[in-house]
C-alpha cells in the first residue's frame, strides 16, 4: 500500500443535472443511476480546509466542464453560462483529505485535454 501526496474532490450529480441530461438525451439514466458511482478528482495534498476551497475554486470550470463532456462532447446543450453557483447547484462535492493505492501496478496517466 502507498500513500499518495494527493487529497481529492469527490463529486455526484444532484437532480438539476439529471434534469439537463434528460432534456437533451431520450435514454438518459435516472438521477439515482448517476449517484451510483461518485468521480473523484485529485488534487494537491491539502494541509489545512482552506487549501480546499481555494482548489475548488481553481478547478469547478475544468470539472463542471468534463462532467458536461462526458455527457455532451460537442457543447451543444450546455448551459449558456457556467457558474460556480450552478456548479453547487448541480454537484454535491465532499472532500477526500489522504489518498492510498492499494494496487501493485505500476500507476499509469494519460494526459487530457484542458
Known amino acids: 500500500m502507498k500513500l499518495l501526496n494527493r487529497s481529492g ?4 450529480p444532484r437532480q438539476p443535472f439529471a434534469d439537463w441530461l434528460a432534456g437533451h ?3 438518459a439514466p435516472s438521477l439515482d ?3 451510483q458511482e461518485a468521480m473523484l478528482y485529485l488534487i494537491d495534498e491539502v494541509e ?3 487549501d ?5 475554486n481553481e478547478h469547478w470550470r ?8 462526458a455527457w ?5 446543450h450546455w448551459p ?3 457558474t460556480l453557483e450552478l456548479f453547487e447547484q448541480w454537484f454535491d462535492l465532499d472532500i477526500q483529505l489522504m489518498t492510498f493505492d492499494l494496487s501493485t501496478r505500476t500507476l499509469m496517466q494519460a494526459n487530457l485535454k484542458g
Not at 9 to 12: F, G, M, P, V
Not at 52 to 56: K, S, W
Not at 72 to 76: I, L, S, V
Request: charged share 35%; glycine share 2%; net charge negative.
Open 48 to 50: 489545512q480546509e482552506q
Open 25 to 27: 438525451s431520450s435514454d
Open 33 to 35: 443511476q448517476l449517484r
Open 52 to 56: 480546499f476551497v481555494d482548489a475548488i
Open 62 to 69: 475544468t470539472i463542471f466542464k468534463n462532467e458536461l463532456e
Open 9 to 12: 474532490l469527490s463529486i455526484r
Open 80 to 82: 449558456a453560462e457556467l
Open 72 to 76: 455532451d462532447e460537442f457543447g451543444d
